[in-house]
């Protein structure tokens, strides 16, 4: 059983920045399959960044529209991931949830994650 809990969120105005953080019951991030995903009213979840077990920067993929703007990594040592979020749109608005999945793939849609956090709310006003 992993449990994720999310942090982070909160109100920004459109052009700033906030990090999320996501901390796993893991002891090590190695062998999962880690994503961020958000979730609009209204809208479906949606994909933002995933990556698989080995992290590498080539191995990380972000959603066509917050390329170059967000960024996801990690600290082993505080098994923790975050999602830096650089100049925010105020259609960047959602609830943002951090995901988990055992196994060495890379997985873009929400339903191949067993293990969720709570949801963090970002909210950018223009």
């Known amino acids: 059983q992993v449990q994720l809990v999310e942090s982070g969120g909160g109100l920004v105005q459109a052009g700033g920045s906030l990090r999320l953080s996501c901390a796993a019951s893991?002891?090590?991030?190695?062998?999962?399959?880690m994503a961020w995903f958000r979730q609009a009213p209204g809208k479906e979840r949606e994909f933002v960044a995933a990556?698989?077990?080995?992290?590498?920067?080539?191995?990380?993929y972000y959603l066509d529209s917050v390329k170059g703007r967000f960024t996801m990594s990690r600290d082993n040592a505080k098994n923790t991931m975050y999602l830096q979020m650089n100049s925010l749109k105020p259609e960047d608005t959602a609830v943002y949830y951090c995901?988990?999945?055992?196994?060495?793939?890379?997985?873009?849609?929400?339903?191949?994650?067993?293990?969720w956090g709570q949801g963090t709310q970002v909210t950018v006003s223009s």
């Open positions: 995901a988990a999945q055992p196994g060495s793939n890379t997985y873009w849609r929400s339903d191949a994650y067993n293990y």
């Open positions: 893991v002891r090590t991030f190695e062998g999962y399959a």
């Open positions: 990556t698989n077990w080995s992290w590498t920067v080539s191995n990380i």
